[in-house]
Every structure is written in structure tokens, then in C-alpha cells.
């Protein structure tokens, strides 16, 4: 069953307080090293799955891409990305990851931003997206790093002083449904290894071009202090590969 928390009025608008919400990609701890990992986008056609306020889809026109299709499963996700967009290049729809069904050889780089750990059969994605890429096309994608979502409780072990003291790893080889807490509410992700990532992407016939466990930037360290935490274990994995 696909989750689209999103929707939930209360959800989406703790969702809207968040940086990367009301300062986009440059308050995205991760953003430089996925900027890092694109191709040239000129005169490219993009998809991004799981969209949610249509940053990366603008980003992408911005760097003069051909057009761009943004496809997330929240309208009301939807609803602020047109809101915020001005580009008639850009097309967006309400459809889940796992059900796109776009023809063969329709886009020369597919992206996704923090999605992909909410999609219960990577495989299937890993799939799609390689059907739906031109030969030597690009995917792009971030997900929420195996360490941090080996455990549900995806939190610090704290001592009595509320001090961080270390962040806990277990049941890592079980991969599977996680029943976690994010923005105060109960959400449910998919932990997988880094390995089956990446053997999920070589099944589907992709070459590895690269893997990044970012940290933050120092100027992001600088407007949220609080980001220094970030630099004791990895929270986001990024991946391009090529068909």
C-alpha cells in the first residue's frame, strides 16, 4: 500500500515550516553534493520522482533543460510546486513512483530527492526507470542513508543530561517496513542495505558512476549550527548511475 502522508493537513503544514520547505535546495543540507552529481542539463528532458514542491524541477529549467516532468502522489504537494512554478516546460502529475508507466527511451536523466526509502520495492523502480531512460541516460537519486534507517527509532542515545551521545545501529541486515516518527507523526519508510541498492541497481542493467555519503557544507553549518551533528554519521546516501 502506498503512504502519502503529505496530504494530511497537519503533516504538510509541519512540512511547510521545515528549511528546505521555505528556503529550498540551498537549505538542503545534501544539495551541493547532488548538484555535484547531475549531468549537463541543456537542452535535456528530466523527470523527478517524488517532485514534492518542484525545486529540483525548476532548478532544472533553470539550467535550460528541454522539459521537465515532476510526478509525486500528495496533491497537495502538487498543488504548491504549480503554485510556485512559472514554466510552461514543466508538467506536473499525481501518480506514486511505482506506477509510472512512461515508454521506452522518454527521458535523458531521472532524478529523486529523498523519496525512494518510502517506496516499499526498489527493484520495480530501478526497473521502470531504466525502461524510461534514452541509452547512456543518468538517474540521479538521494535517499535517507542505511544507517540511519536501520533502526525505527531513528534518533541519538542520549544520556540523563539530554547530551547525543552516539547514534544507535541494529538490525541492519533486516531489511523491510519501518514504523518511524517524522514531523511528530507516525510515517512509514523501507530500510535496505547499501548493498542491496546497489545490487538492485546492477540487476536492472545500470553502470555505477558514483556513490556519496555527504556531509554539510560550511556555510550550511554556519546558518543552522545545529547541523553539526550531521558530522558524526551519515544521514543521506547519493547515487548516479547510467544505463
Request: glycine residues 4%; charged residues 25%; aromatic residues 12%.
Amino acid at each position: 500500500m502506498k503512504e502519502n502522508r503529505y496530504d494530511d493537513p497537519n503533516f504538510f503544514a509541519s512540512y511547510g515550516l521545515m528549511p528546505r520547505s521555505t528556503a529550498g535546495l540551498e537549505a538542503a543540507g545534501e544539495w551541493p553534493a547532488f548538484r555535484a552529481l547531475l549531468p549537463d542539463l541543456a537542452d535535456k528532458t528530466v523527470l523527478d520522482l517524488g517532485c514534492g514542491y518542484g525545486w529540483h524541477c525548476r532548478y532544472a529549467m533553470e539550467q535550460k533543460a528541454k522539459r521537465v516532468t515532476g510526478i509525486d502522489l500528495s496533491k497537495k504537494m502538487l498543488e504548491k510546486a504549480k503554485e510556485l512554478t512559472q514554466d510552461q516546460n514543466i508538467q506536473y502529475e499525481c501518480v506514486a513512483i511505482e506506477d509510472i508507466t512512461f515508454s521506452e527511451a522518454t527521458f535523458d536523466v531521472v532524478i529523486s530527492s529523498l523519496a525512494l526509502h518510502y517506496v516499499s520495492d526498489f527493484q520495480q523502480v530501478c526497473e521502470h526507470v531504466y525502461h524510461c531512460l534514452v541509452p547512456s541516460g543518468t538517474f540521479v537519486f538521494s535517499v535517507e542513508h542505511p544507517v540511519f534507517t536501520a533502526m525505527a527509532s531513528q534518533d541519538w542515545f542520549y544520556d540523563e543530561q539530554k547530551n547525543r551521545m552516539h547514534w544507535p545501529i541494529d538490525h541492519y541486515f533486516s531489511e523491510g517496513l519501518r514504523k518511524t516518527r517524522f514531523l511528530n507523526e507516525d510515517v512509514i519508510k523501507y530500510h535496505r542495505t547499501v548493498e542491496t541498492y546497489l545490487s538492485n541497481l546492477l540487476d536492472a542493467g545500470f553502470t555505477i558512476n558514483r556513490l556519496c555519503e555527504p556531509k554539510p557544507s560550511a556555510s550550511v553549518l554556519k546558518n543552522y549550527p545545529d547541523m553539526g551533528h550531521e558530522l558524526r554519521r551519515p544521514i543521506f546516501l547519493l547515487l548516479s548511475v547510467s544505463k
